[in-house]
């Protein structure tokens, strides 16, 4: 690889993961509002927020990198073109395809990333995710312990805690325990938690007593204690499994869902389109790449000209993103038309590689190019307090 080829590889890298990071926090920031019950009605710790809203990253990032290789190349060519160093490319007879190369480089490398995310990782997260949230709705904490109330979790067994801290430390704890016929047990702790062991929901309490009273008697015995634990496995609600939609799947399965699963039969275009929508999320960042390379790739003669490139750019990509999105809802309801998702982004990277070969800019590009340069002289010609044609007769 050229030294030149190393230089617009490492700065569109740098600028695509600065662009990459910025839009996904700001993605993911929005999808985490939508999660934040997790912490303030569910009582969840703020890791396991964090850790349930970072799973579906990798969903987000198959939807944010080509926008994100979008704009990473286009700062960089219209960098390169701004410094002139196309033009001194070009005037050393160099071959265009000496910037081409590590444009499509890089947008294969961004494809196969891609293609990883969207058959593998992203589902794999979301899955992760529903089964994360599906446990949430079955917590004993968050669904039933309720801080500052007195709550029978069960016939002659009530729960009270005084606060809920924010790393699931339980404080104030008293568990009144009347279902034994002979004797009533009463639990105070300072502290405690809940915690999984063994298959089991067991209340762990530090730094309490235990009164055991028998029933019909004033006698009572206290016993200290620097941990108990208490099994809560019998109250714990039973968990519903979660209903995987068609985004949660592995790809491999969409197509083979077993007999008895009932979302599948209820949904089977769903799982037809999101198999196929995977499968061409990759051909889109070699689109957008060619696209880029034929509006961007060769020096412009003036500024207007490179703004109206980079305006061609970003509107071609996002028509064909757009198209794309479009398909995937059409195949939803017609699923025979599945090749539409892979024929967009094709035909698009066709168009690209002839204009390139033929070195020909699109006529609606160029006319918009002349009354965009018409309209500039007309501002101005009157900035300066004369018009185009008187100009023109004084010369």
């Known amino acids: 690889m050229k030294t030149i080829e190393r230089y617009i590889l490492k700065r569109t890298l740098a600028s695509f993961l600065v662009t990459m990071i910025a839009m996904t926090g700001v993605v993911w920031s929005t999808q985490a509002l939508r999660q934040l019950d997790l912490v303030t009605s569910k009582g969840q710790t703020l890791l396991q927020f964090f850790y349930i809203t970072l799973l579906g990253v990798p969903y987000l990032a198959v939807i944010v990198a080509p926008f994100a290789m979008v704009i990473a190349m286009i700062l960089i060519l219209n960098s390169m073109a701004r410094d002139s ?3 001194v490319i070009n005037a050393s007879g160099a071959s265009r395809a000496l910037v081409l190369r590590p444009i499509m480089i890089f ?4 494809a196969l990333v891609i293609g990883a995310l969207s058959t593998y990782l992203a589902p794999k997260g979301r899955a992760l995710m529903r089964d994360e949230i599906t446990k949430v ?7 039933i312990i309720k801080p500052g109330r007195f709550i ?3 016939d002659g067994l009530t729960f009270h805690i005084r ?17 034994e016929q002979q004797t009533a047990f009463t639990y105070t702790a300072e502290r405690g938690r809940i915690i999984e062991a063994a298959d089991k929901t067991i209340l762990v309490m530090l730094d309490g007593t235990i009164q055991r ?22 109250m714990i609600p039973e968990a519903v499994a979660p209903t995987y939609k068609a985004s949660d799947r592995p790809t ?6 077993a007999p008895d699963d009932s979302y599948a039969q209820r949904n089977w275009n769903r799982l037809v389109a999101e198999f196929h929508d995977r499968l ?3 051909l889109y960042p070699l689109a957008f790449g060619l696209i880029i390379y034929a509006f961007l790739g060769s020096a412009k003669t003036t500024r207007q000209n490179q703004g109206l490139s980079i305006l061609g750019a970003i509107a071609s990509c996002f028509l064909v993103r757009t198209a794309g999105f479009a398909a995937a809802m059409a195949v939803t309801s017609q699923p025979p038309l599945f090749p539409l998702l892979y024929a967009i982004p094709l035909v698009a990277a066709v168009l690209a590689i002839w204009s390139i070969r033929y070195g020909r800019t699109p006529r609606w590009m160029n006319e918009l190019a002349y009354k965009l340069e018409m309209l500039m002289e007309r501002v101005k010609a009157k900035r300066v307090g004369r018009s185009p044609s008187k100009s023109g007769e004084t010369a």
């Open 252 to 257: 491999l399965e969409l197509l083979n869902a």
């Open 107 to 110: 947008s294969l490398v961004i």
């Open 137 to 143: 709705r079955v917590d004993l904490v968050a669904n």
């Open 280 to 282: 061409s999320q990759p």
């Open 85 to 87: 160093e196309l033009i």
């Open 152 to 154: 029978e979790i069960e």
């Open 163 to 179: 606060n809920r801290s924010g790393d699931g430390i339980l404080e104030g704890l008293l568990l009144n325990d009347e279902r």
């Open 213 to 234: 009273r028998p029933k019909g008697t004033k006698d009572i015995s206290i016993v200290s204690f620097e941990s108990y634990g208490f099994d809560l496995s019998s």
